[in-house]
Structures are given as structure tokens and as C-alpha cells.
């Protein structure tokens, strides 16, 4: 297992989760995201941050299948994948955590197999926080290289 030593908390529904902060690239306000058409629902668009065209995907969709409302009261968690950069939607990105020593803990729930981005989670005195591989998740969504294709397509033309 890897080791973590620090964490972005962030809540969705009524929970906690964290993605290691060496995955994070930026928080952002979420602004002009460009819807298009026949994407699967949990891609919200794209948008563009520091020159970058990226995917917005909607983490409520993908967990409570509903969608993010009022866009403006969420945040964005702008994180590099091992396929492309992607922009999740949560409802707050809370704190960035050090994971005590020992904290860290597998469970054998987190081996369900439409739940294998979940790697692992932070047991503290308080409260449970599930960890998120951004990577696994990525590459376990439902047409994810069909937006790959098209965003390197876009990346193409605005080259031209």
C-alpha cells in the first residue's frame, strides 16, 4: 500500500473523502464550464484552467447518482490523472490533513469492484475519511477515453 502523508478532505453527500494533495493540482471556483451534448451524465463539460482544457466531472453523480446544483456554491478539485487532468465536482474541499502514523487503514468493502477507487480509509478518533485514487477512478468511468480523444482533439485545433 502506498503511503500518504497528507491529504485534501473534501465532502460529497453527507461524507468525507481525501485524494493524496501530491494528485491535487488546484481548488478552483467553478466557472464557465461548457456543457457538451452525449457525454455520459456524470461529465458536467469542460472548462479551462491555466490553459488547459480538462473534463468536470460530477462526484455526486458518480456516488449518489444526483447532480450538483448551483454550481457557484461548489468547489472544483482540479487533480492529474495517469490519463489526463481532470476537474471533480464537490461540495467543499474542507482542509488538507496529515495522516497520522497507523491512521491509514484497508477495508475489505473497499475491494467491490464498482468501488475499487477507493483505496483505503484514514481511521481517526473523530471520524472515517475514504480515500479516492483519482487514476483508478478515471479509468474505471464509463467513456472516459472517448473524452480523452475529444479533448486532445480540441488541444489539436487550437494548436492549428
Request: negative net charge; hydrophobic residues 35%; without cysteine.
Given at each position: 500500500m502506498n503511503t500518504i502523508d497528507q491529504v485534501v478532505v473534501f465532502q460529497a453527500g453527507q461524507e468525507e473523502y481525501a485524494i493524496s494533495v501530491k494528485e491535487v493540482i488546484s481548488i478552483e471556483k467553478i466557472q464557465?464550464?461548457?456543457?457538451?451534448?452525449?457525454?455520459?451524465?456524470?461529465?458536467?463539460?469542460?472548462?479551462?484552467v491555466?490553459?488547459?482544457?480538462?473534463p468536470v466531472i460530477d462526484f455526486d453523480t458518480i456516488l449518489y447518482s444526483s447532480q450538483?446544483?448551483?454550481?457557484?456554491?461548489?468547489k472544483m478539485i482540479v487533480l492529474q490523472t495517469g490519463l489526463l487532468p481532470i476537474g471533480i465536482i464537490v461540495q467543499d474541499a474542507k482542509e488538507i490533513?496529515?495522516?497520522?502514523?497507523g491512521a491509514?487503514?484497508?477495508?475489505?468493502?473497499?475491494?467491490?469492484s464498482k468501488t475499487k477507487y477507493f483505496t483505503s480509509v484514514?481511521?481517526?478518533d473523530d471520524r472515517l475519511v475514504t480515500v479516492v485514487d483519482p487514476s483508478i477512478l478515471v479509468e474505471s468511468l464509463e467513456g472516459v477515453h472517448e473524452i480523452l480523444e475529444f479533448i486532445n482533439?480540441?488541444?489539436?485545433?487550437?494548436?492549428?
Open positions: 464557465n464550464v461548457t456543457p457538451i451534448p452525449h457525454l455520459p451524465t456524470y461529465v458536467r463539460g469542460i472548462t479551462k491555466r490553459d488547459e482544457l480538462i450538483a446544483e448551483n454550481l457557484q456554491d461548489y490533513l496529515n495522516v497520522p502514523e491509514l487503514k484497508q477495508v475489505g468493502l473497499l475491494a467491490y484514514i481511521n481517526l482533439k480540441e488541444k489539436q485545433e487550437e494548436v492549428s
